[in-house]
């Protein structure tokens, strides 16, 4: 307790508790604090269903990389972003920027955003801190020193068993504290968005394929009304248990 060890110990509000490498801060919470918490985590869930229901892969792909970008900045309160997509020999290629340059990816100084992407894609899983020069294996990288990244947050696209891309995002400005609540909400949108991005190569590539084959006959006509059907059939889900039910409702299509 405030850097002491202790068996047991009476804590005062303000008190700094470490255990288990874990630090946190003791505080008094009052009835208008959690009342005003509340508030905080409902807007956040309202936010994120809005932003959601606009990830209609209808919009074609460049627009809704565009606004999976623009929904993850406003969902986490940071700056500037990029959504990496695997291409067709699996590699993953930067598909859409905001606020940033092709010149700035490149550039070597950027390397600390390649060590957090590293880092998420191996684990499989979102990396988020408001606190970037605290992290151990990001806070001494080019980028963060150079660059002055504060906080980002990367969370990869998975589309059942697979990694189809990636969504980052960073600040040069200090963030808040990422909650569970944050990340939970963060991991449904980007879940959503990569339903909406298959969704959206899908009838792009098909579209491909119908301009590839003779303008008449059966096949052409078959492949039209299947993507039709595709788009048609996409809704914005509510839920990841309705977006459970909507794929096995639809079998194999």
Request: neutral net charge.
């Amino acid at each position: 307790v405030n850097g002491r060890r202790v068996e047991s110990a009476r804590l005062a509000a303000g008190d700094w508790v470490s255990l288990g490498g874990v630090v946190a801060r003791f505080d008094r919470v009052s009835e208008a604090d959690l009342e005003t918490e509340r508030r905080r985590a409902q807007h956040l869930r309202d936010t994120t269903r809005e932003l959601r229901r606009g990830l209609d892969p209808r919009l074609g792909l460049g627009p809704l990389l565009n606004r999976v970008l623009d929904s993850v900045l406003e969902l986490s309160g940071l700056e500037r972003g990029f959504v990496m997509l695997t291409d067709d020999e699996g590699r993953m290629r930067v598909a859409a920027t905001r606020h940033l340059q092709d010149s700035q990816l490149k550039d070597g100084a950027f390397s600390g955003s390649w060590g957090a992407i590293r880092l998420s894609l191996a684990e499989g899983k979102p990396l988020v801190s408001g606190d970037v020069e605290a992290v151990t294996a990001l806070g001494d990288r080019p980028s963060v020193i150079q660059r002055g990244i504060r906080s980002l947050a990367t969370v990869p696209l998975h589309a059942g068993d697979r990694t189809i891309g990636l969504v980052y995002a960073d600040s040069t400005k200090p963030g808040r504290q990422f909650t569970q609540l944050d990340l939970e909400l963060l991991e449904a949108l980007c879940g959503h968005a990569a339903l909406a991005i298959g969704v959206s190569r899908l009838s792009r590539e098909l579209g491909e394929l119908r301009n590839e084959l003779p303008l008449e006959g059966p096949v052409d006509e078959r492949l039209s009304r299947l993507m039709r059907e595709r788009l048609t059939e996409y809704r914005p889900v509510e839920s990841d248990a309705e977006l459970a039910r909507s794929a096995l409702a639809g079998g194999d299509r």
